[in-house]
């Protein structure tokens, strides 16, 4: 029997958004191997830590929005088991192309994955739910899927962030959707916002249902150690946790590690501990 667990309402969808189905096509990011490694080198190091483990040898992962596969790619030379699942078709064509015979790339929604109840020990959503047409439903497929011990690795784009990071331009994410599609045009960004972001409190609505575990500032605060040159300004490697505190509203980007079940974070003690923010 399925243990789906009921999603808070979504936010009323864009009219006419349709799922993006060949997005490695329309942002060049996707094809940049060094920058998706580096994503994904972060990834590795903050499950190792939550975990307490030197790799990730033996656990089943879903990688959701996989698309090109270069994290996937990653994850599996930690010792992760990987599926990437995906609908953007040519992404998937180049992953397949590129590490077909170590790992499995399926054409699949993130709300609808062909696996079996609690059968996924690492599920990764890293920067999709902005995507997908209900984030609410990728999360309740997420919940399903997770093994009692599972844990889910979530980086979630901040509606607040100052500079939307799809298209570079400073408070689009803030705007009404009708103003945003105005902005882009006059900016000749394209036809119109495509992405939904969500602030802070609707994430952790977003992400009831489990046990979650806020990285965000001990990643910030220990960036190196978490290989997190992406998000942290070389110059900005050692700011105390007061620095990043100043900055809180405004973040572009929140580290979460979710689990239905009780494990804590088991890695060593770190500058500033991860916080429990949701208690399922």
């Known amino acids: 029997?399925?243990?789906?667990?009921?999603?808070?309402?979504?936010?009323?969808?864009?009219?006419?958004?349709?799922?993006?189905?060949?997005?490695?096509?329309?942002?060049?990011?996707?094809?940049?191997?060094?920058?998706?490694?580096?994503?994904?080198a972060k990834i590795v190091a903050v499950l190792k830590h939550f975990l307490g483990r030197v790799d990730l040898s033996g656990l089943v992962t879903a990688d959701i929005g996989c698309s090109t596969g270069f994290i996937a790619d990653t994850l599996c030379?930690?010792?992760?088991?990987?599926?990437?699942?995906?609908?953007?078709?040519?992404?998937?064509?180049?992953?397949?192309?590129?590490?077909?015979?170590?790992?499995?790339?399926?054409?699949?929604?993130?709300?609808?994955?062909?696996?079996?109840?609690?059968?996924?020990?690492?599920?990764?959503?890293?920067?999709?739910?902005?995507?997908?047409?209900?984030?609410d439903a990728v999360m309740t497929e997420i919940r399903r899927v997770l093994s009692p011990d599972g844990v889910v690795y979530l980086g979630l784009g901040n509606k607040h962030g100052v500079v939307e990071p799809h298209y570079k331009l400073p408070f689009l994410s803030w705007l009404p959707k009708s103003a945003a599609d105005r902005y882009v045009r006059a900016a000749k960004r394209g036809d119109r916002y495509y992405e939904t972001f969500r602030t802070r409190s609707d994430l952790l609505k977003m992400c009831a249902g489990l046990n979650v575990w806020d990285y965000t500032y001990t990643v910030l605060t220990q960036?190196?150690?978490?290989?997190?040159?992406?998000?942290?300004?070389?110059?900005?490697?050692?700011?105390?946790?007061?620095?990043?505190?100043?900055?809180?509203?405004?973040?572009?980007?929140?580290?979460?590690?979710?689990?239905?079940?009780?494990?804590?974070?088991?890695?060593?003690?770190a500058r500033v501990n991860p916080e429990r923010i949701i208690q399922a």
């Open 77 to 135: 030379q930690a010792g992760a088991a990987v599926t990437g699942y995906d609908i953007d078709e040519p992404g998937l064509g180049r992953a397949r192309a590129r590490f077909g015979q170590s790992l499995k790339f399926v054409n699949a929604p993130g709300d609808a994955l062909p696996v079996p109840d609690a059968s996924i020990d690492l599920v990764v959503f890293n920067h999709i739910y902005e995507h997908v047409i209900d984030a």
């Open 223 to 269: 960036s190196r150690d978490f290989q997190a040159d992406d998000m942290v300004p070389a110059k900005l490697a050692n700011a105390p946790l007061g620095v990043w505190k100043t900055f809180a509203p405004i973040l572009p980007t929140f580290i979460w590690v979710g689990t239905p079940g009780q494990q804590r974070p088991a890695g060593p003690p």
């Open 1 to 40: 029997m399925s243990d789906r667990v009921p999603a808070p309402a979504p936010p009323p969808a864009s009219p006419g958004r349709e799922p993006q189905l060949a997005y490695s096509d329309l942002q060049p990011e996707m094809l940049d191997e060094g920058g998706r490694r580096q994503k994904a």
